[in-house]
């Protein structure tokens, strides 16, 4: 068989791939996704964006095609103990992750490509690099870009080790709510805080996406605690025996599926500062869903390879380690990062937390949104109010942001 020839190979078609090779094809870079699935398949993970992730997608051009596939959550309800404390502008858009990624892949054109394959072998270096498929093919680019995801094989095969810093740091819970009422739930979406730190729990989001009502329920157990099959068997009694406040808001609902459950280990990788080769996405680290961080991460860690590393590597001979290194010890890609770590111990602290200072800080948060929704209730409608912004490690990310100026 024939060498393919290519500038840019992006192995791994999810977010983070996809997004690259949209972005990539839209610059006029030669470029190649590969991937097993030609169409990806339905996932649970990320099911919205938030106001800062698509801040962060209108960057990359992508966030017109993303908002048509998407719904608007319009106003969202903040709230603990049964009581709505605020209730803010809504600027999150729901969708579901095969249906963001294979929106990212629709657009997908001009100078880049898609084959469908399994990247079986990458042959690295300062120069070319040679990727090898489970189709046979061989193809020859400048660089590679690894997008993989979670999958361990490649990054094995590159010399890329992994390093678990938290096992089953959270646990994710997905599934569709129906309400009992013809005429829908109250609120247009809801996030209701735990009660106590016993519940092991972080919050529940329910949001739109289409005419369904999605909840996303985000806390710290462990995957065989028995509570988790509780809920999988009866969702609705299970919830309200832990969050009795909750009831009166939500009224009676149904859940007419699975309840879907994944653990999440927070992970780093370590041996990735290589020729040729640039790792982005879950490929280089994972997030807490629960802190809602990973889409974010993979946004950044694209926008910033595809609008400002990848075309200037490009421009002169050569792909050594120090052409790739720019791209990991870019100030915005580091805050983002840092973020991303911080909020995933700093939530899970903030929920556990039994003494008296954790308590203080889950009732000072109480009282800011209360004072949040009281102000905006007295005064005209203001610009929506981000997730970030309330918690202690917006400034970080916020300087990452001033960096990318
Ligand atoms: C349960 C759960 C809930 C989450 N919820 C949230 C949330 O609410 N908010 C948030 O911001 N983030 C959330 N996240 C995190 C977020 O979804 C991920 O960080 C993000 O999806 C990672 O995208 P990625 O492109 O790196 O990986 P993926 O989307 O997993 O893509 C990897 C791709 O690589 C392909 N691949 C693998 N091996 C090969 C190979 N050898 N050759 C070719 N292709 C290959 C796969 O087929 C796949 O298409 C959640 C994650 C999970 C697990």
Redesign the pocket.
Known sequence: MPMHNTDVII?????????AAAMLGRAGIRAMV????PV?PP????????GP?MRTLELTGLADAVRRASTADRECWMARFGRIVEKRPGDQQGIM?DTL?NTMRGEVSGSASFLQ????DIAAGPERQTVK??TGAEISARLVVV?????V??REKLGVTREIVSAGHSI?I?FDAVPGDPRGFPFPALTYFAESPADRMAYI?LFPIGAAIRA?L?GYRHLHDPWLKQLRDAPRETLYAMWPGLRPLMGEFTVPEFV?I?P?DLYVTEGYRRPGVVL?????G?????????????LV?VERLCNVHIPRWLATPGMGEEKIAAFYDDPVKQASDAYSTAKAFGLRSFTLDTSLAGAARRWGKFVLHWGKGTTRRVHAPQAPVNVADDDEHAPALARGASARK
């Open positions: 192995a791994g078609g999810g977010l983070a791939g996809s997004l590969i991937d097993p699935h990806y996932d649970f993970r990320c099911e919205k964006l938030d992730q992750y990624v394959a399994k990247v079986t498929t489970s997008a993989t995801g979670l999958n094989g490649i994710s997905g989001t996303n985000f879907k994944r999440v982005v996405g879950d490929a280089f994972t997030s807490c869903p629960a802190a809602g961080t990973g889409a974010r991460k993979v860690d």
